[in-house]
């Protein structure tokens, strides 16, 4: 199953008298925890979750009962957690993204490692936070779960661009669009809990895959558009049920052109709501010097003898989704002293990037990342 070292014992055993040897507290019990909590489970014995928390009763009972906890290891918060003298290795925090940064801090202070789901936070200062917090523990890992990296197609993209075999990328295009999905959830569509709309919920996503398969260029500069075009319209239906039109204050559209210090640069794409004819198009275009390639498709465009070639890339399905395998990689680390899978360094490249769209919207002009 996971690594090479015997820590996970034999593939597909699952030895019931192992104690585990990662102890997770799950901080946020709403949508996302469930999927992280089929995550750990595939992963039990040698890794579990031992205590939950939400400030939401119902939500944490719920979590906690799917978990299999007992009651009395279910809390409202983290720091109920740790006064509660349940041993735990690990956070895995699941709140809204206003709690990200300061849970992660928590947790890293109190010498724990930590995956957070995306954005990292909403700001790049609150970020360089998380990582001095980071520095400060001993050997910690800190890891967002940008889950779309480790989805089959993704992991599959980035080995076979390995070797440099489009040579130079000096442009990408990253689109993550919705024609009518906004989450209608408050703390998605008040800017003070998710900290901004589509770039921070999707874009991040997109943004990171792209980066990712680019080789992670340093950013210097953003122009971009982030209007609210369509949001607080009546007459507008969103096909995730009906949110607050009165308290949406995020954008629900965004597109930006992002330079890099090599002189490369990709361009952004994302929305909640926009007039378009697919349901949703996710998509990353890659053009270098030697070949192209498009993401979710796995083609690769080039030139050989004299032709243009368009070649497939094809491999047998594994149906570990991108969820479960970012817990694995997560969990692997940690066990096998591994790096964190998702560096820090690269996410506050991201979250750079996305407050320069704000920014460069707010300014109505180019600025520096
Ligand atoms: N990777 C993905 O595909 C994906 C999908 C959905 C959501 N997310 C991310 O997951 C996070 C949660 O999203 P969701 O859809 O589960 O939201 P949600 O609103 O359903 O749940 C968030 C929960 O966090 C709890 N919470 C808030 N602050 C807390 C704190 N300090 N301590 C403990 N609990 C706290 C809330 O009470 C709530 O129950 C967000 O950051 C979101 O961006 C990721």
């Known amino acids: 199953m996971v690594g090479t070292t015997n820590l996970w014992g034999e593939a597909g055993k699952v030895d019931v008298n192992a104690k585990p040897k990662l102890r997770v507290a799950l901080v946020g019990c709403g949508g996302i925890s469930g999927t992280h909590i089929n995550g750990w489970k595939r992963l039990s014995p040698t890794a579990q979750i031992v205590a939950c928390a939400d400030p939401i009763e119902d939500r944490r009972h719920q979590r906690g009962e799917e978990i299999g906890l007992p009651r009395e290891s279910r809390f409202p918060?983290?720091?109920?957690?740790?006064?509660?003298?349940?041993?735990?290795?690990?956070?895995?925090?699941?709140?809204?993204?206003?709690?990200?940064?300061?849970?992660?801090?928590?947790?890293?202070?109190?010498?724990?490692?930590?995956?957070?789901?995306?954005?990292?936070?909403?700001?790049?200062?609150?970020?360089?936070?998380?990582?001095?917090?980071?520095?400060?523990?001993?050997?910690?890992?800190?890891?967002?779960?940008?889950?779309?990296?480790?989805?089959?197609?993704?992991?599959?993209?980035?080995?076979?661009?390995?070797?440099?075999?489009?040579?130079?990328?000096?442009?990408?295009?990253?689109?993550?669009?919705?024609?009518?999905y906004l989450p209608a959830r408050i703390g998605f569509i008040?800017?003070?809990?998710?900290?901004?709309?589509?770039?921070?919920?999707?874009?991040?996503?997109?943004?990171?895959?792209?980066?990712?398969?680019?080789?992670?260029?340093?950013?210097?500069?953003?122009?971009?558009?982030?209007?609210?075009?369509?949001?607080?319209?009546?007459?507008?239906?969103?096909?995730?049920?009906?949110?607050?039109?009165?308290?949406?204050?995020?954008?629900?559209?965004?597109?930006?052109?992002?330079?890099?210090?090599?002189?490369?640069?990709?361009?952004?794409?994302?929305?909640?709501?926009?007039?378009?004819?697919?349901?949703?198009?996710?998509?990353?275009t890659l053009m270098g010097t030697e070949a192209g390639a498009e993401w979710p498709e796995l083609t690769i465009h080039g030139e050989s003898n004299g032709s243009v070639t368009d070649t497939a890339l094809k491999f047998p399905q594994d149906n570990t989704g991108g969820h479960a395998k970012e817990i694995e990689v997560f969990a692997d680390a940690i066990l096998t002293g591994k790096p964190s899978p998702v560096p820090a360094e690269q996410s506050l490249n991201v979250i750079r990037i996305l407050d320069g769209l704000y920014r460069s919207h707010a300014a109505g002009k180019e600025v520096k990342v």
């Open 77 to 180: 918060y983290l720091k109920d957690i740790l006064k509660s003298g349940i041993e735990i290795d690990a956070v895995d925090c699941c709140t809204n993204n206003s709690a990200h940064a300061p849970v992660s801090i928590e947790a890293l202070n109190h010498d724990l490692h930590v995956l957070c789901e995306k954005p990292t936070t909403t700001k790049p200062q609150l970020v360089r936070k998380i990582m001095a917090a980071r520095d400060k523990a001993k050997n910690r890992i800190f890891m967002t779960a940008q889950h779309m990296r480790f989805e089959q197609k993704s992991l599959k993209l980035k080995e076979f661009l390995g070797g440099g075999i489009l040579g130079d990328i000096y442009y990408a295009r990253a689109q993550f669009l919705r024609r009518r």
């Open 190 to 284: 008040d800017k003070t809990i998710s900290g901004g709309g589509p770039c921070i919920d999707i874009g991040v996503h997109i943004l990171d895959l792209t980066l990712h398969f680019m080789g992670y260029p340093e950013p210097v500069s953003v122009t971009a558009i982030t209007p609210q075009k369509m949001a607080k319209r009546k007459d507008i239906r969103g096909w995730w049920g009906e949110w607050d039109r009165g308290k949406i204050t995020v954008e629900d559209f965004a597109a930006g052109f992002i330079r890099f210090k090599n002189g490369g640069a990709l361009t952004l794409e994302c929305s909640w709501l926009t007039n378009m004819r697919e349901p949703e198009l996710t998509k990353i």
